[in-house]
């Protein structure tokens, strides 16, 4: 188990100076009072199991800043496992929750879980006092509650972030596994309130996730920076700028062989002059990225065949250049089948026509170094005409709201999550199934050719984020959840 310190960032007065975000800030340290007060003389223990990547680890930073700033109390800390075999466990967990996967787990599996989880209780059992709340996110620590409840007299909650709207056989089979484990809390915070198993649903709390918009995500940047950025990962081709020298050699590439190689910055994709269409996520079959480039070979080819060249709509489609980024699988510990769905992405990628290719980026982000990673992906963000985030299953898509945030307009599935997040016609697209390659083609030839709605979906997008979204409204439920769940 390890302890976190989080970094100094932003402060209430910097978001309170931006406008859009005056009244947002104002209401909640008028609302938050009353809960602060309630909590004092308590610590509360976050505990995940990453302090990089995937959402939590992107949030838990900002949200412990401002509740510090306010005088509360509030540690992070995260498991540690050596075990691929835990990890891969986990992750079939995850998957289950989303109903994938064959929903078989076995007393093997559970002793795994429980093993990796009592290593890493000694250091929680030293820091954690009687009185304090915990909050335990994700699968991967959950067997923690039992074993700190039997030493410590603490309130837990359990933080889900993942979710399937329907019942399955498989998630079914999963909670079942889970139950042992899911009796010891106090409490349980999900993310929708379908999202909870209908056993635990007296005892939820619902938390939408949120961004932060002032990290280095989502923070502004002019054009210029965003360039600077992008060239200097060596994304960009031919700028002369020289801005920043640290990004250089961050960004890995999928070449057309199936290789991976650091960008070139002087022979590399010319992104800035040319429409481009994003995705970034992790290596998850879920996210949906196998089909976002079938989908997007599908518009250039019928484009080619049905398209006038003469017309602006045909050069616009015919420019335009798919990105699609994920983590560097060298620096992610805790998702061994990223590897894997990386290297199926990267076989369909070598088999693609050699003139497509050169439209289509798999980039490799630098995960390990989370300010470079942030920037480059709050770049790429900015600089594309429109964010896709086509996943078979989402719990809540942090990515979608970002992209919101920056005003860019998006092209989302129907997953459970995003469609609570994105109002079609108003903020993007909701795309009904992520597999049909023929409508997610369609939509997102429509969405090049109609920049005007696009305008229009940026702006309201950035307004719904504002209202619903932001690290405000959600520090408010959780400390309304936390002062009605202590011990
Ligand atoms: N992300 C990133 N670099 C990557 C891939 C993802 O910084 O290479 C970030 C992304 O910007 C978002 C988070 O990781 O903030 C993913 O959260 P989301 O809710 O979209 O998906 P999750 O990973 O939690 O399923």
């Given at each position: 188990m390890q302890k976190i310190n989080v970094k100094p960032g932003a402060k209430l007065a910097d978001y309170k100076a931006y406008g859009s975000l005056y009244s947002s800030v104002l209401d909640f340290m008028e609302q938050a009072k009353e809960p602060i007060e309630s909590l004092r003389g308590r610590t509360i223990w976050m505990i995940n199991s990453t302090a990089i990547g995937g959402g939590v680890a992107e949030m838990l930073p900002?949200?412990?800043?401002?509740?510090?700033e306010l005088g509360v109390s509030i540690e992070?800390?995260?498991?540690?496992?050596e075990k691929d075999a835990f990890f891969d466990l986990t992750k079939r967990i995850h998957n289950a929750i989303h109903g994938s996967g064959n929903g078989i787990f076995t007393e093997e599996d559970r002793k795994i879980y429980e093993e990796v989880n009592q290593n890493n209780l000694s250091k929680a059992l030293e820091l954690i006092k009687d009185g304090d709340i915990v909050v335990v996110h994700d699968p991967q620590p959950m067997p923690l509650a039992a074993m700190i409840k039997k030493k410590k007299n603490v309130s837990i909650i359990w933080r889900c972030h993942i979710g399937l709207e329907e019942d399955t056989e498989v998630t079914d089979a999963v909670w079942k596994f889970l139950e042992p484990y899911t009796n010891d809390y106090d409490h349980f915070v999900f993310?929708?309130?379908?999202?909870?198993?209908k056993s635990l649903q007296k005892r939820t709390s619902i938390i939408?996730?949120?961004?932060?918009?002032?990290s280095h995500k989502n923070r502004e940047l002019q054009l210029h920076k965003c360039i600077g950025i992008l060239y200097q990962s060596g994304i960009l081709d031919d700028h002369k700028a020289i801005l920043y020298h640290r990004y250089k050699h961050l960004v890995r590439k999928v070449m057309p062989d199936g290789s991976f190689d650091f960008l070139d910055a002087d022979k590399n994709l010319d992104l800035i002059y040319r429409p481009i269409i994003t995705e970034i996520s992790r290596w998850d079959r879920l996210k949906g990225f196998k089909e976002l480039m079938e989908a997007f070979i599908k518009m250039k080819l019928d484009n080619r065949k049905n398209g006038d060249p003469k017309s602006l709509e045909y050069k616009r489609i015919e420019m335009t250049l798919l990105v699609m980024g994920g983590p560097d699988p060298a620096f992610v510990s805790d998702d061994p089948e990223g590897k894997e769905v990386l290297q199926e992405l990267t076989e369909t990628y070598k088999d693609v026509d050699s003139n497509m290719q050169n439209d289509i980026a798999i980039l490799l982000l630098p995960l390990d170094n989370p300010k470079e990673n942030a920037l480059i992906v709050n770049a790429l963000q900015r600089t594309s005409s429109f964010i896709v985030q086509n996943s078979i299953q989402e719990g809540f898509g942090l990515t979608a709201t970002e992209a919101?945030?920056?005003?860019k307009p998006v092209l989302v599935s129907n997953a459970a999550g995003l469609k609570y997040q994105v109002v079609h016609n108003?903020?993007?697209?909701?795309?009904p199934d992520p597999t049909d390659i023929e409508s997610l083609s369609k939509t997102m030839a429509y969405m090049l050719n109609h920049p005007k709605e696009r305008d229009k979906w940026g702006f309201n997008g950035q307004l719904r984020v504002i209202q619903n979204f932001t690290l405000f409204s959600q520090l408010l439920s959780w400390l309304e959840t936390l002062s009605k769940n202590k011990a």
């Open positions: 900002s949200q412990m800043r401002i509740l510090r992070w800390l995260v498991i540690e496992a993310s929708l309130p379908s999202y909870a198993p939408p996730p949120a961004i932060d918009p002032l919101m945030w920056k005003r108003k903020t993007g697209q909701i795309n």
